[in-house]
């Protein structure tokens, strides 16, 4: 299976080292012959994401901080002037203060509930606006969202909640943007220690419950998610928008294990 990709370009967003879920995606999709340009937020991770795009093949990195509009604008204006076009956008991104990712939920300050809904939710629609003008043949969209937007995981709290409504968003996003043939999906990845996932109270509790509990009786890797973003957006998917795709393993499904039992 090769080729999945060829002539196929796009942006990803997200990426800040080799165990980032955006990192998996994109390797999976350079196999398949994509072409890409990346983001990051902040000189000191752009040192770390040049080595990882020059593996990919990639020479284009963009600055841009997606709490900024006007960081935005530039970012797709730069992009426009290397490409005219492109087909996908990965938004692999998610930001919380990591000290109201831990106790109760009802404790979340204003300042950091709005600050993780315009990082981690309003992004994605600003992100999809400003792509939607670089995909006249239409397109596929994709962000990352977590089993904490539909049952209540300890600690996730006001992340549980932008989960939400980036799930709906990406609802929303499907039917405006369906005439456009650009789809938008997501991957609701099961738990992975990541940079992001570090900030999560208790999150080594997490990881071994899911790994005990899921029907794959294991935690999911990057190259899961990579596997499954690739599907997403390649026309293997091309009938497929407003899906959020489980990569967790299965963890979603259980309501209740039963005792393990060898016939079980
Ligand atoms: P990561 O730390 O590797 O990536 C998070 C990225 O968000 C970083 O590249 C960071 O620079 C970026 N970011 C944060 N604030 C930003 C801002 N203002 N502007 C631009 N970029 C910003 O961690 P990850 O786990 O790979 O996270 C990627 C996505 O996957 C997130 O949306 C996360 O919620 C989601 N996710 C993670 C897990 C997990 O267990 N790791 C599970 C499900 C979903």
């Known amino acids: 299976m090769t080729g999945l990709m060829q002539g196929k370009r796009g942006l990803i967003m997200g990426l800040a080292n080799d165990r980032s879920l955006a990192w998996g995606i994109a390797k999976a999709l350079h196999e398949q012959g994509a072409e890409m340009a990346f983001t990051y937020q902040g000189e000191a991770l752009g ?38 076009t492109i087909d996908f956008v990965v938004h692999a991104i998610g930001f919380a203060d990591k000290n109201e990712l831990r106790g109760r939920y009802y404790d979340t300050s204003l300042e950091n509930f709005l600050m993780t809904m315009n990082i ?26 977590y089993y904490g937007s539909e049952k209540v995981v300890p600690h996730y709290n006001v992340m549980g909640v932008a989960k939400s409504a980036l799930d709906t968003s990406v609802k929303y996003l499907a039917v ?64 497929v928008t407003g899906e959020i795709h489980h990569v967790d393993g299965g963890y979603n499904v259980i309501g209740m294990k039963a005792e393990d039992a060898p016939d079980i």
């Open 47 to 84: 040192k770390r994401v040049k080595p990882l795009a020059e593996q990919l093949g990639s020479d284009t990195l963009i600055e841009c901080d997606v709490s900024d509009m006007g960081a935005l604008d530039r970012a797709f204006d730069e992009l426009a002037q290397k490409w005219p």
């Open 120 to 145: 981690s939710v309003y992004s994605f629609t600003a992100v999809a606006k400003r792509a939607r003008e670089m995909m006249p043949n239409g397109g596929s969209l994709l962000t990352l969202t």
């Open 176 to 239: 405006d943007l369906g005439r456009d043939n650009i789809r938008v999906n997501a991957i609701s990845a099961g738990p992975i220690k990541t940079l992001a996932a570090s900030g999560i109270g208790d999150f080594r509790y997490i990881l071994k419950w899911n790994e005990l509990n899921s029907p794959l009786r294991r935690n999911v890797t990057i190259e899961d998610v990579g596997g499954a973003g690739l599907y997403m957006l390649s026309d293997l998917a091309s009938g």
